[in-house]
């Protein structure tokens, strides 16, 4: 899909930007409120460099990078034609001369022409899945492991991470990168770890009572289906040991943050990963919530125009570009992530001098053209998650009965609000079919549904089904 920034896209993009400002505020006031004094460690001297020292350090790993990759097929063929090699990369400008990955790119690849380093030399293989049924696979040496854990290690303890917590990991334990990624950053840390592994919401609430768990580890849906199960089994979040959530993997807002907070009783921290960069560990948040600090000493990443493939201006939305500098099996040169962030390089109160990025807010790939405009599907759920009695379990259903896309989206009402006196529903689908048209500046029909209608998810949420493809009546 063509991705058009179109002047109303920016605008809202830059509405989303301008309340997360706003909520970010809020969510200053709750830190206030956390269970216990936070822990301000910076784990690592490489996270407080200088913008000189960083930019020196990134050179030499960048160049050093380049030279790793000139044996591997698809780099080869591709400096040759670039006409370029490590020597030619003489300031952090060049990497404009460099070519650029992509998801079909590794796909080409698979299962292992991407490896930089002799088979023996992998200590451990993970992939991610992939639309064509085939996952991208990457590989690390032990190395690379260590710097995993490193680097999970540290967006955990600039969230409140210390030695001395129990950490519950409820992600799935697999190929996907979440569950190891963070298990070994834990342990990095010091603190004991609970590998619960993803599902069985109310053994997960067992653990959490009888470990007295501190952190909680999975995505932000799961996270929501672990507070729907505690309130549905009426027990009060004040019971649970629980202090902090690191949670990750997909896109989310900050009115769901909220949701979480209050209904677990926690401060909730977003970190950022993808697998073929390393998997998670590649940003994460601090006390200050105002963005991601992004690991600048092993990854240099860009913000480009999807469209034009040139930097955006400063502050603007644009489409993540990374690379992987230090990997040792499985570097990767300007990987096209899809995932649609702003970068911001003021100070943070924190002490981190590392440049920060936005929460994501979609993907170029998830982008929905809809009568011309372009949404994505964080939009709708800031604009349900804005109205009292919707709740933050939705679908939004993609079809195309003529040449056009049409959306519907099915939002489930809280049960304090759900009602069989049509007005009060009527009342309630009207006040979302106007945030919705507030953000988005489109028309877009509500389906309310009865609570506990909609699937909860153990992993990664699917929030979009795309039914464009199908016939089906309308
Ligand atoms: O999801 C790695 C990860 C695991 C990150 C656990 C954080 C926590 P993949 O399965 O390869 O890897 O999916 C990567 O997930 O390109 C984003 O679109 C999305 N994603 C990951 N973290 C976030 C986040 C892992 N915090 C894809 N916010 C990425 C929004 C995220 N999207």
Same mark, same amino acid.
């Not at 099915?410 to 049509?422: G, I």
């Not at 988005?440 to 089904?465: C, N, Q, W, Y």
């Given at each position: 899909?063509?991705?058009?920034?179109?002047?109303?896209?920016?605008?809202?993009?830059?509405?989303?930007?301008?309340?997360?400002? &706003?909520?970010?505020?809020?969510?200053?006031?709750?830190?206030?409120?956390?269970?216990?004094?936070?822990?301000?460690?910076?784990?690592?001297?490489?996270?407080?460099?200088?913008?000189?020292?960083?930019?020196?350090?990134?050179?030499?790993?960048?160049?050093?990078?380049?030279?790793?990759?000139?044996? /591997?097929?698809?780099?080869?063929?591709?400096?040759?034609?670039?006409?370029?090699?490590?020597?030619?990369?003489?300031?952090?400008?060049?990497?404009?001369?460099?070519?650029?990955?992509?998801?079909?790119?590794?796909?080409?690849?698979?299962?292992?022409?991407?490896?930089?380093?002799?088979?023996?030399?992998?200590?451990?293989?993970?992939?991610?899945?992939?639309?064509?049924?085939?996952?991208?696979?990457?590989?690390?040496?032990?190395?690379?492991?260590?710097?995993?854990?490193?680097?999970?290690?540290?967006?955990?303890?600039?969230?409140?991470?210390?030695?001395?917590?129990?950490?519950?990991?409820?992600?799935?334990?697999?190929?996907?990168?979440?569950?190891?990624?963070?298990?070994?950053?834990?342990?990095?840390?010091?603190?004991?770890?609970?590998?619960?592994?993803?599902?069985?919401?109310?053994?997960?609430?067992?653990?959490?009572?009888?470990?007295?768990?501190?952190?909680? /580890?999975?995505?932000?849906?799961?996270?929501?289906?672990?507070?729907?199960?505690?309130?549905?089994?009426?027990?009060?979040?004040?019971?649970?040991?629980?202090?902090?959530?690191?949670?990750?993997?997909?896109?989310?807002?900050?009115?769901?943050?909220?949701?979480?907070?209050?209904?677990?009783?926690?401060?909730?921290?977003?970190?950022?990963?993808?697998?073929?960069?390393?998997?998670?560990?590649?940003?994460?948040?601090?006390?200050?919530?105002?963005?991601?600090?992004?690991?600048?000493?092993?990854?240099?990443?860009?913000?480009?125009?999807?469209?034009?493939?040139?930097?955006?201006?400063?502050?603007?939305?644009?489409?993540?570009?990374?690379?992987?500098?230090?990997?040792?099996?499985?570097?990767?040169?300007?990987?096209?992530?899809?995932?649609?962030? /702003?970068?911001?390089?003021?100070?943070?109160?924190?002490?981190?001098?590392?440049?920060?990025?936005?929460?994501?807010?979609?993907?170029?790939?998830?982008?929905?053209?809809?009568?011309?405009?372009?949404?994505?599907?964080?939009?709708?759920?800031?604009?349900?998650?804005?109205?009292?009695?919707?709740?933050?379990?939705?679908?939004?259903?993609?079809?195309?009965?003529?040449?056009?896309?049409?959306?519907?989206?099915?939002?489930?009402?809280?049960?304090?609000? &759900?009602?069989?006196?049509?007005?009060?529903?009527?009342?309630?689908?009207?006040?979302?079919?106007?945030?919705?048209?507030?953000?988005?500046?489109?028309?877009?029909?509500?389906?309310?549904?009865?609570?506990?209608?909609?699937?909860?998810?153990?992993?990664?949420?699917?929030?979009?089904?795309?039914?464009?493809?199908?016939?089906?009546?309308?």
């Amino acid at each position: 899909m063509v991705f058009k920034t179109s002047q109303l896209t920016i605008k809202n993009l830059l509405a989303i930007l301008t309340l997360s400002f &706003f909520t970010i505020q809020i969510q200053q006031q709750l830190t206030k409120m956390s269970k216990e004094p936070f822990n301000k460690t910076i784990l690592n001297p490489n996270e407080t460099l200088t913008r000189g020292e960083l930019e020196n350090l990134q050179l030499r790993h960048l160049r050093d990078c380049v030279r790793r990759l000139a044996d /591997v097929p698809f780099y080869k063929q591709k400096f040759a034609e670039h006409g370029v090699n490590h020597e030619s990369i003489r300031s952090l400008n060049d990497i404009s001369r460099l070519p650029l990955t992509t998801k079909a790119d590794l796909r080409n690849g698979y299962p292992l022409g991407f490896l930089a380093v002799p088979r023996e030399v992998v200590a451990r293989f993970h992939g991610s899945s992939g639309t064509t049924g085939k996952p991208t696979i990457v590989a690390y040496t032990p190395d690379d492991l260590k710097l995993w854990s490193e680097l999970c290690a540290r967006f955990l303890v600039s969230g409140g991470l210390q030695s001395r917590h129990t950490v519950q990991i409820a992600f799935g334990y697999g190929l996907f990168t979440g569950g190891f990624g963070l298990h070994y950053g834990v342990e990095r840390v010091g603190a004991a770890v609970i590998p619960a592994a993803a599902g069985n919401t109310r053994r997960q609430l067992m653990l959490m009572q009888d470990m007295q768990t501190d952190v909680l /580890v999975c995505t932000p849906s799961y996270a929501l289906t672990i507070a729907d199960v505690l309130r549905n089994d009426n027990i009060d979040p004040a019971s649970l040991t629980l202090k902090y959530a690191h949670l990750g993997g997909e896109t989310w807002t900050e009115q769901m943050r909220e949701t979480i907070e209050s209904s677990l009783g926690i401060l909730a921290f977003n970190n950022y990963g993808l697998s073929e960069v390393i998997g998670p560990g590649v940003s994460g948040e601090c006390i200050e919530r105002t963005g991601m600090h992004i690991q600048e000493d092993h990854f240099l990443v860009e913000c480009l125009d999807p469209e034009t493939l040139k930097p955006v201006p400063n502050g603007k939305p644009g489409e993540l570009v990374i690379t992987a500098m230090t990997k040792q099996a499985m570097p990767i040169l300007r990987y096209r992530t899809r995932d649609i962030a /702003v970068l911001y390089d003021d100070e943070c109160p924190c002490g981190r001098t590392t440049r920060r990025m936005s929460r994501v807010i979609g993907r170029s790939d998830d982008m929905m053209i809809i009568r011309g405009v372009n949404v994505f599907p964080s939009q709708i759920e800031e604009a349900l998650l804005r109205v009292e009695g919707a709740a933050p379990h939705y679908q939004i259903e993609l079809t195309r009965p003529g040449t056009l896309d049409e959306v519907r989206v099915k939002v489930e009402v809280v049960p304090e609000k &759900f009602s069989d006196k049509l007005a009060d529903m009527a009342s309630l689908k009207r006040r979302i079919e106007q945030e919705v048209t507030t953000i988005t500046g489109l028309h877009i029909t509500i389906d309310l549904l009865p609570p506990k209608s909609i699937d909860r998810f153990e992993g990664k949420a699917k929030r979009v089904i795309d039914l464009r493809g199908m016939k089906v009546e309308v």
